[in-house]
């Protein structure tokens, strides 16, 4: 008798062990639910919930931001979770959205503009008035260098392909609104901004 087992088998034998196992816990009279719900109070014990909404889409998740209060006396977030109590969305939250902690809490976000001129090998530190100046300075010289307000046979454009606007993951829908009023106002046609879900 051959001894070979397919994959299919090897998956079929291995959910029914770990049935068996599981049945055998709850068979010695085990119950798993205090453990779990254990688990999940350490995790946010003496932490005060604030119901509140993922940024990041128009679907509107709801979710639950546990804070405590920090050595320097204000509140610090500790974990962001899907709210249960949201019509919505029930608990459950998409990838975006459940990474949405790091948004609050990351030790590597950037803080600080830094600025590498053309040609040299190391950063600059600028304050962030100087940089947005010199973005909407760089803004309006190509826009005005691009702009075009008829093509070539005559018909109405008002725009320009010199810039393309790029928005990231992280841009919540109110940004994205934004973006949008402001880039069409200069006549950028090319908008990306990566909210979609
Ligand atoms: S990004 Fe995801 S979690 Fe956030 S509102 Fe949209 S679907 Fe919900």
């Not at 005060?48 to 050595?71: F, Q, R, W």
């Not at 500790?78 to 459940?98: V, Y």
């Not at 046979?153 to 949008?180: R, V, Y």
Request: some cysteine.
């Amino acid at each position: 008798m051959s001894t070979s087992i397919s994959r299919r088998d090897f998956l079929r034998l291995g959910g029914a062990t770990a049935g068996t196992a599981l049945a055998g816990l709850i068979g010695t009279g085990a119950d798993l639910g205090p453990a779990t719900v254990r688990a999940e109070e350490a995790r946010v014990k003496g932490a005060k919930a604030y119901p509140s909404i993922c940024p990041y889409c128009a679907v509107g998740c709801g979710t639950l931001v546990y804070t405590v209060k920090g050595p320097d006396g204000k509140n610090q977030i500790i974990d962001i979770e899907g709210d249960p109590a949201s019509p919505i969305s029930q608990g459950t939250l998409c990838p975006k959205g459940s990474a949405i902690f790091q948004l609050h809490v990351n030790p590597n976000r950037a803080t600080k503009v830094l600025h590498r001129a053309p040609g040299a090998k190391e950063w600059e530190q600028w304050d962030l008035e100087r940089a947005m100046n010199r973005v909407a300075e760089l803004t309006k010289k190509t826009r005005d260098e691009t702009f075009v307000e008829r093509t070539e046979d005559g018909k109405l454009a008002n725009h320009t392909l010199g810039i393309f606007s790029l928005g990231g993951a992280t841009m919540d829908n109110e940004w994205n609104h934004i973006q949008q009023k402001l880039m069409r106002g200069l006549g950028v046609v090319a908008i990306e901004n990566q909210a979609r879900i």
